[in-house]
């Protein structure tokens, strides 16, 4: 009975799925895995095989074997024979048995092509010629001409496309820049009820993870409208390390939300938070000392007091000016200055005269061999 089955099912099978006969073609260098079950269809291949139709007679589709064995059954037993045949066929005609097995013929497939032997393709690699260089079918575009001196070089082109960039920002400068002064303002000083200055960073169109930092500045000082002195002494012990005593600046940067305006937003509701906080006067921290570990100070030195010019020490200057003056003419008035030039001729007309010609002498003497070397023995 297991046996009459198994063969129904295989009959089921075969009437159900055919494999139609595939293009043979050549050996590629990679073997490409199907990403469906579906069949690939070719042009020149021939229709689709139509399934075949189970036959109408029962008693036709029966193996020999299996119709002996169906005429030895009684009759409530050939009824559960038919039945069960009836859903094994319904079962293997059904779209999900039909997409299962064409998978499973697809991947044996597969697997017999990539064990078989792939045969090795040398696929020449076209070199990219100069007017195909940036473009995006550079292999495509194949090779540059052959130069018949009808054109310039490389060099010669890339000297043209340089000159052709300065004459763009050129015309940049003479037309396009000018009418910039239309949009200029005149610069406004911010006003006191506006103390918070922001800054921004910009890469001029380019996208940067730094650009959307905001750092926030404000001096407490210029929140003497809203706080009271304790109240700001309040405010620079919340703020902590942002805060700079040597400019009474408090300084705040925000980067965690993706835009500008969001960080910008988020610093002014945490200012906003911490003037109400200062307010508070339930606990005004009065036993929290201020701690300033955090500035490094720095001694600038200042040009002394002492030093600078005054009127009372411009006329003093003046005055030893004119003294040493007078003094200088009343020592030249009596010959007490002393004249290098006649003081250069007095010694040289004291000097004694020596004779020339013994002193030529001595020279050439000390100038010969034996010369040198009694003057190397002295000399040791």
């Given at each position: 009975?297991?046996?009459?089955l198994?063969r129904?099912?295989?009959s089921?099978?075969?009437?159900?799925?055919r494999v139609?006969p595939?293009k043979?073609?050549?050996p590629?260098?990679f073997s490409?895995?199907?990403?469906h079950?579906?069949?690939?269809?070719?042009?020149?291949a021939p229709p689709?095989?139509p399934?075949s139709?189970p036959?109408?007679?029962?008693m036709?589709?029966?193996?020999p074997?299996?119709?002996?064995?169906y005429?030895s059954?009684?009759?409530?037993?050939?009824?559960d024979?038919?039945?069960t045949?009836?859903m094994?066929s319904e079962?293997?005609s059904s779209p999900?048995?039909?997409s299962?097995?064409?998978a499973?013929v697809s991947?044996a497939?597969y697997e017999l092509?990539s064990?078989a032997?792939?045969?090795h393709?040398?696929v020449?690699?076209?070199?990219?010629?100069?007017m195909?260089?940036g473009?995006m079918?550079?292999q495509?575009?194949?090779?540059?001409?052959?130069?018949?001196?009808?054109?310039?070089?490389?060099?010669a082109?890339?000297?043209?496309?340089q000159?052709?960039e300065?004459?763009?920002?050129?015309?940049?400068?003479?037309?396009?820049m000018?009418?910039?002064s239309k949009?200029?303002?005149?610069f406004?000083?911010?006003?006191?009820?506006?103390p918070l200055?922001f800054?921004?960073t910009t890469?001029m169109?380019e996208?940067?993870p730094a650009?959307?930092?905001?750092?926030?500045?404000?001096?407490?000082?210029d929140?003497?409208?809203?706080?009271t002195p304790?109240?700001?002494l309040k405010?620079?012990?919340?703020?902590g390390?942002?805060y700079n005593?040597q400019?009474?600046?408090?300084?705040m940067?925000?980067?965690?939300?993706?835009?500008?305006?969001?960080?910008?937003?988020y610093?002014?509701?945490l200012?906003?938070?911490?003037?109400?906080?200062a307010?508070?006067e339930e606990d005004m921290?009065?036993?929290?000392?201020?701690?300033?570990?955090?500035?490094?100070w720095k001694?600038?030195?200042?040009f002394?007091?002492?030093?600078?010019m005054t009127?009372q020490?411009?006329?003093?200057?003046?005055?030893?000016r004119?003294?040493?003056?007078?003094?200088?003419?009343?020592?030249?008035?009596n010959?007490?200055l002393?004249?290098?030039?006649?003081?250069?001729?007095?010694a040289?007309?004291?000097?004694p005269?020596?004779?020339?010609?013994?002193?030529?002498?001595?020279?050439?003497?000390?100038?010969g061999?034996?010369g040198k070397?009694r003057?190397k023995r002295?000399?040791?």
């Amino acid at each position: 009975m297991a046996t009459s089955l198994n063969r129904l099912g295989y009959s089921a099978l075969r009437s159900t799925y055919r494999v139609r006969p595939r293009k043979t073609t050549q050996p590629t260098l990679f073997s490409p895995r199907p990403f469906h079950t579906s069949f690939t269809r070719y042009d020149d291949a021939p229709p689709d095989i139509p399934k075949s139709a189970p036959p109408t007679d029962f008693m036709a589709s029966l193996h020999p074997d299996d119709r002996t064995l169906y005429d030895s059954l009684s009759p409530p037993e050939r009824e559960d024979f038919e039945r069960t045949a009836q859903m094994l066929s319904e079962h293997m005609s059904s779209p999900r048995v039909e997409s299962k097995l064409a998978a499973a013929v697809s991947n044996a497939a597969y697997e017999l092509a990539s064990e078989a032997p792939q045969a090795h393709v040398n696929v020449p690699i076209i070199k990219p010629g100069l007017m195909a260089m940036g473009e995006m079918d550079e292999q495509e575009s194949g090779e540059d001409e052959e130069f018949e001196g009808d054109d310039m070089t490389s060099l010669a082109h890339g000297d043209l496309e340089q000159h052709r960039e300065i004459r763009e920002y050129a015309r940049i400068a003479a037309w396009e820049m000018p009418l910039l002064s239309k949009l200029a303002k005149p610069f406004v000083p911010p006003a006191e009820d506006a103390p918070l200055r922001f800054r921004y960073t910009t890469y001029m169109g380019e996208t940067h993870p730094a650009s959307k930092k905001v750092v926030l500045e404000f001096c407490p000082s210029d929140l003497s409208s809203q706080l009271t002195p304790q109240q700001r002494l309040k405010l620079i012990k919340l703020v902590g390390v942002r805060y700079n005593p040597q400019k009474d600046l408090v300084k705040m940067s925000s980067e965690m939300f993706e835009s500008q305006a969001q960080n910008k937003r988020y610093l002014g509701d945490l200012v906003d938070v911490l003037i109400a906080e200062a307010k508070n006067e339930e606990d005004m921290f009065e036993d929290v000392p201020v701690d300033f570990r955090h500035v490094k100070w720095k001694n600038k030195p200042r040009f002394p007091e002492e030093w600078k010019m005054t009127a009372q020490k411009r006329d003093q200057l003046e005055a030893d000016r004119v003294r040493r003056s007078l003094a200088e003419r009343e020592r030249m008035e009596n010959g007490m200055l002393v004249d290098g030039m006649k003081t250069i001729e007095a010694a040289i007309r004291a000097a004694p005269v020596v004779d020339d010609s013994k002193v030529l002498l001595d020279a050439q003497w000390w100038k010969g061999a034996k010369g040198k070397g009694r003057l190397k023995r002295g000399l040791r």
